[in-house]
T-cell receptor
Framework: NAGVTQTPKFQVLKTGQSMTLQCAQD?????MYWYRQDPGMGLRLIYY???????DKGEVPNGYNVSRLNKREFSLRLESAAPSQTSVYFC?????????????FGSGTRLTVV | KQEVTQIPAALSVPEGENLVLNCSFT??????LQWFRQDPGKGLTSLLL?????REQTSGRLNASLDKSSGRSTLYIAASQPGDSATYLC???????????FGTGTRLTVIP
């Protein structure tokens, strides 16, 4: 089925460990996004990529890095995980920069940092 | 900064009832507003997208309205069913920030 695929679905890390969250979309969308969702807060943008080869910081970028590997894939890396990064992470995509097109979300990665 | 508020935070209704979920935003300079559904432990499913120039959108039993000047949107669900139980999120796309700003959601429970 067409859509946004995220891996892994669940992950437990120890403080200081690193990991990369993977995201791929097969809808030929230009723009891709990483959000985090925390209890009692709306989803917040970490980083986005408006097109292949470009990335920009969002609202909460500290502690994260991203790579837009190609048009399909957009990865999020935690270099040294901290308990404050315990969250559910969502990848999303949308086509072009046409502002009236909606977003498609992946099913999320639930990350716990102990 | 754009802030999005959803009231109530939780709502329980008996099956068959019509209901309205509310969303308000502080900056009316939006391009569009999107309603999502999120089931426990799942991702977000897009329900309706209203462009800034539109007043409402309909999909089946769902109707979303937008009053941009007053910073408000409503999601109307007709003849609610237990399968409608989920958290409903609204989000506005703000051009200045090139970002989608989310509310914290309304958790809906439809009781059989």
């Amino acid at each position: 089925n067409a859509g946004v695929t995220q891996t892994p679905k669940f992950q437990v890390l120890k403080t200081g460990q690193s990991m990369t969250l993977q995201c791929a979309q097969d809808m030929n969308h230009n723009s891709m996004y990483w959000y985090r969702q925390d209890p009692g807060m709306g989803l917040r943008l970490i980083y986005y990529s408006a097109s292949e080869g470009t990335t920009d910081k969002g609202e909460v970028p500290n502690g994260y890095n991203v790579s837009r590997l190609n048009k399909r894939e957009f990865s999020l890396r935690l270099e040294s995980a901290a308990p404050s990064q315990t969250s559910v992470y969502f990848c999303a995509s949308r086509t072009g920069t046409a502002r009236n097109y909606g977003y498609t979300f992946g099913s999320g990665t639930r990350l716990t940092v102990v | 900064k754009q802030e999005v508020t959803q009231i109530p935070a939780a709502l329980s209704v008996p099956e068959g009832e019509n209901l309205v979920l509310n969303c308000s935003f502080t900056d009316s300079a939006i391009y569009n507003l999107q309603w999502f559904r999120q089931d426990p432990g799942k991702g977000l499913t897009s329900l309706l997208l209203i462009q800034s120039s539109q007043r409402e959108q309909t999909s089946g039993r769902l109707n979303a309205s937008l009053d941009k000047s007053s910073g408000r949107s409503t999601l109307y669900i007709a003849a609610s069913q237990p399968g409608d139980s989920a958290t409903y999120l609204c989000a506005v796309w703000h051009p200045g920030a090139n970002n989608l700003f989310f509310g914290t959601g309304t958790r809906l429970t439809v009781i059989p």
